[in-house]
């Protein structure tokens, strides 16, 4: 429809003409659209009651607020309009870099989230069997009194501290220092099992493991590789970009993947690979880059280390080979390679399909050397680009809700402590006794990465005599994470079941508070929603963004921030906590907060991003050119929208933060960059120096280390410190200096503070150094073990054991015929609780299914619409809807994994407290789904397995 503009700067449509606007036709057509999916039980009191609540004053004063879209990280701009502390409506921001105006489903349905029906409104904990409504202060001392005890009985790692994604930046770096305050390397968030092998490969291959342009840089592409990733369902808005990119640049789009998706629809050429063998696919593009010398030979000589090992490899991935084990045509390989190479600037976008893998470090590392090998890094239009699923798992990974990791990625090495210590204005001594103090197979907890959350089942059921930590995990936070996105679902009902206690801390109950047969020992604390509070979350491109306050928290819920606080207090830690950020009415001021993380996470520049500088940006979205990100005019002229980090030095800087990472065509100080020397100046006696490449303005023409005090007074430039600088900085280096001098001071001579190395093609401290094909622990191909075997198990990854080989030799084929995979759908997000109590969201997608090509249909005598039983490899079942469609190919089925409430065939709908079960209930695909985990990061396998499919 045509838009109007109206003078308060909203929008509407031409319905206004038919004298209804488009908000009182949705408002009046709610109850016809939501009835369809709840039936008779939506028409409650409480529910005609808000009806009738939200029918304001029409003259009411309308405030808009400008927040952030709380699904995938694409980071759409939304406006949302309040009256009398209600939100009437919203608009997506037509003037915002990345939205410009676009929406989702999702996205079109914010608003539901932050009145939401469904929600949990206040404390309850489950007593006999019943849901007991509980005052905050009962079920904070309650929680607290059992996890002092568990503590003091088998140490704080027995208490597992779940984080989320779902909060912002602020909230994720103080969920990390609460945890490491109590004295544990137990907690993680969301990331581990969607993109903890991308990090983890990336940041290997050439210093950091995010994003290296961004959506709207895309435009510039000339071709795209899709590998594992599906944007036009699980990332719409990113979807316009690379239309865009193919009006704008007649960019060529190659879409990889086993079912055709509605991504391939749009591709110039859609290639069906089989499930887990990426990296075959990957070495077979390249086989022919290199026989027909397609390679950027310039590029590699100057910025890459380890191609010619690379070479030997992808040597022995003929077309033949290829084809044998991927099932793709030599054709087909062909034309990708030869799409690929006459088309660049190209870059890589890849999504869960390509990490949740046992090889899922060994398929982001690949995709990486691809790019490498075409030239196609620190240049607009190429890159690794690597789109994340919720509103801030960036940012949470960023801020370290991670195992193995401090704000930062500093790690757990006593220097890190030391140095977070200092940030904290904490004793360190007194930090370290925090922790338990016991050795387990030689191992410090303080120093040893925790267990990550795609294995706390294993925490709590493993023989605590194989486990390096006192005693099984006892207690459990569930601090805005859905379990149904993880794999083995049957063992995680069995865990649940063991554990002393569980605490959900969530706007919605969550499926953990149900897929349990317990009768006590489950808390519930109503958090609000992000729209419920305000900070900052960080886009999948890493701008950070800043949101306002919506609406005052809901019913009896509170802010996760508040929740900290309260919390820590009772737990006695709430003065070193909080030792240098303001509480104001119970509430942490969460400007202090970002200034503290803005003092101490120097590594990937999360330092010049002051709470004033991101307000700046999000008042003058308007001013941000919607390609190149760059502010036009205004008072953030020349800035880069968020201020994407690295954003060197301190806010007094003004860095103008970095679009395109490892850019040498710019100067440092205007976002340029090179490669991060991590690894030393050498290996195996050759040079891990870049050679001849250095960024625009450099004074050092050439590749040069990491910079520390030794570097600056080597070279001379000492003396540009000031005194105080001086004084900081002495015995530190661009990581750990808290005045920012030394990184200043690297700057102002043109040089980037992490040093300028090559790109390295092999990773010597991964399990394989050159990436290599791995069968799946659960393969068809039975023929392809021997040539491509798994792992060995391994006695102790993450603190526990690990098996791959002994699953691997167990031949399952015979009962469990078909490859099942999982994966997005456009409606809905993560494990789903939130978007399936979403009225308008529900009412499109009522049903969990199973897509199965007609052939197996018909052998396996069921049709579209039958109830079928999907039986995975290790017995977990589930009962679906069938969709009988060619998206796949015969020996595939696929499965979304959004749904929950249903458990091998039983409705859980009663366990809900009640008012809060979502509209749609359903299986969780993870029942089915099985155990496999990389040795890197302990990523979950779910995109390759096998399963049985029968009628029910």
Not at 151 to 159: H, K
Not at 259 to 272: C, E, L, Q
Not at 317 to 341: C, F, H, I, N
Not at 583 to 599: C, K
Request: one cysteine or more.
């Amino acid at each position: 429809m045509k838009l109007i503009k109206r003078s308060n700067n909203t929008q509407t449509d031409d319905t206004q003409t038919l004298g209804l606007s488009r908000r009182a036709f949705m408002r009046n057509s709610s109850i016809a659209a939501t009835g369809a999916v709840a039936g008779a039980s939506l028409f409650s009191a409480t529910m005609m009651k808000k009806a009738k609540a939200e029918t304001v004053d029409p003259m009411a004063k309308t405030e808009v607020k400008r927040t952030i879209c709380s699904h995938c990280s694409v980071g759409c701009g939304i406006y949302a309009e309040v009256q009398n502390g209600v939100w009437t409506g919203q608009e997506p921001a037509f003037d915002h870099p990345f939205n410009a105006g676009g929406h989702c489903a999702k996205g079109a349905a914010l608003r539901e989230h932050g009145h939401g029906e469904r929600r949990l409104k206040y404390p309850m904990k489950l007593e006999n069997g019943k849901w007991v409504k509980m005052s905050w202060d009962q079920a904070l001392d309650e929680i607290s009194q059992q996890v002092l005890k568990i503590r003091d009985e088998s140490g704080p790692d027995s208490v597992y501290w779940l984080g989320s994604a779902k909060h912002s930046n602020e909230q994720a770096y103080l969920f990390r220092k609460m945890a490491s305050i109590w004295g544990t390397n137990n907690v993680d968030h969301q990331a581990r099992i969607c993109h903890s092998t991308t990090v983890a490969g990336v940041a290997n291959t050439w210093g950091y493991g995010a994003m290296t342009n961004s959506f709207n840089d895309m435009h510039n592409c000339k071709s795209i590789l899709f590998v594992g990733s599906n944007p036009a369902e699980a990332h719409p808005v990113a979807m316009q970009h690379i239309l865009i990119a193919k009006e704008k640049s007649n960019c060529k789009i190659v879409v990889a993947d086993p079912r055709r998706t509605r991504t391939a629809a749009k591709s110039d050429h859609y290639v069906s690979l089989r499930p887990g063998t990426d990296v075959a696919f990957i070495w077979g593009i390249l086989w022919h880059v290199f026989a027909n010398k397609w390679e950027d030979k310039q590029f590699i000589q100057q910025r890459v280390f380890g191609m010619d090992e690379i070479r030997q490899e992808v040597a022995k991935w003929a077309p033949q080979e290829v084809e044998r084990v991927t099932g793709v045509s030599e054709e087909d390989m062909y034309k990708t390679a030869k799409l690929l190479s006459e088309n660049r600037p190209g870059c890589v976008v890849w999504c869960m399909g390509g990490t949740q893998h046992t090889t899922g470090n060994n398929n982001t590392r690949a995709y990486c050397v691809l790019e490498l090998a075409l030239g196609n890094l620190g240049v607009s239009g190429g890159g690794a680009n690597i789109f994340r699923g919720h509103d801030n798992v960036q940012g949470a990974t960023d801020l370290g809700v991670l195992s193995h990791t401090l704000p930062g990625y500093y790690g757990l090495a006593e220097g890190a402590w030391k140095h977070w210590a200092r940030v904290w204005d904490i004793d360190y001594e007194w930090l370290k006794n925090r922790f338990d103090s016991g050795e387990y197979r030689g191992t410090n907890p303080m120093l040893n990465m925790g267990i990550p959350v795609s294995r706390w089942i294993d925490g709590v059921l493993e023989n605590k005599n194989n486990i390096e930590q006192k005693d099984n995990i006892r207690a459990m936070f569930y601090w805005g994470h859905a379990v149904n996105s993880q794999t083995r679902g049957v063992e995680m009902k069995t865990a649940m079941q063991k554990l002393d206690m569980m605490v959900i801390v969530d706007p919605y109950p969550t499926v953990a508070a149900i897929m349990n047969d317990r009768t006590d020992g489950i808390y519930l604390l109503p958090a609000t929603t992000q729209f419920e509070t305000y900070g900052s979350v960080t886009a999948s491109n890493r701008s950070i963004q800043w949101r306002d306050k919506v609406i005052e928290p809901l019913f009896d819920s509170k802010p996760d921030h508040e929740i900290m606080y309260l919390l820590s207090k009772k737990l006695g830690i709430d003065e070193p906590l909080f030792k240098h950020i303001k509480v104001v009415d119970n509430q942490p001021v969460i400007e202090d907060i970002t200034r503290e993380f803005n003092r101490g996470m120097w590594t990937v520049g999360y330092t010049g991003q002051s709470p004033e500088r991101l307000k700046q940006h999000q008042l003058n979205w308007h001013t941000f050119h919607k390609t190149t990100l760059e502010a036009e005019g205004g008072p953030v002229n020349g800035e880069t929208y968020g201020l994407p980090w690295p954003c060197w030095g301190t806010p007094e800087m003004k860095h103008p933060g970095t679009h395109i990472l490892y850019d040498t065509s710019k100067p440092v100080a205007q976002g340029g960059g090179t490669f991060r020397a991590r690894y030393g100046v050498e290996f195996e006696g050759k040079n891990l120096l870049a050679e001849d490449s250095y960024s625009q303005g450099s004074e050092i023409k050439d590749g040069y280390p990491e910079f520390s005090d030794k570097l600056l007074k080597h070279l001379g430039w000492w003396n540009d410190l000031t005194p105080q600088e001086q004084k900081e900085a002495e015995g530190k280096n661009w990581k750990t200096d808290l005045s920012g001098g030394i990184q200043r001071v690297a700057i102002k001579h043109g040089c980037i503070p992490f040093g300028n190395a090559k790109a390295r093609a092999i990773v010597w401290t991964f399990p394989d150094r050159v990436p290599l094909h791995r069968e799946p622990l659960y393969t068809p191909r039975r023929d392809l073990v021997t040539d491509y075997p798994t792992w060995d198990d391994s006695e102790s990854i993450y603190r526990l054991p690990t098996l791959y080989k002994s699953i691997q030799q167990q031949d399952k084929t015979g009962q469990y015929p078909i490859i099942l995979t999982s994966g997005r759908l456009v409606e809905y997000e993560g494990g789903g609780d939130e978007s399936r109590s979403n009225p308008w969201l529900a009412e499109l997608q009522q049903e969990m299914f199973v897509e199965v090509n007609p052939k197996d249909a018909n052998d396996l005598g069921f049709q579209d619409g039958d109830m079928v039983w999907v039986e995975g490899a290790e017995q977990g079942k589930i009962k679906v809807k069938a969709m009988v469609t060619r998206r796949v190919k015969p020996g595939l089925a696929f499965i979304p994994f959004h749904f929950g409430g249903h458990f091998e065939g039983q409705d859980l709908r009663s366990k809900y407290p009640e008012g809060t079960d979502p509209y749609v209930l359903g299986e969780s695909a993870n029942i089915a789904m099985t155990y496999g985990y990389d040795p890197t990061t302990q990523m979950q396998e779910t995109k390759v397995t096998l399963c049985n499919i029968r009628k029910a």
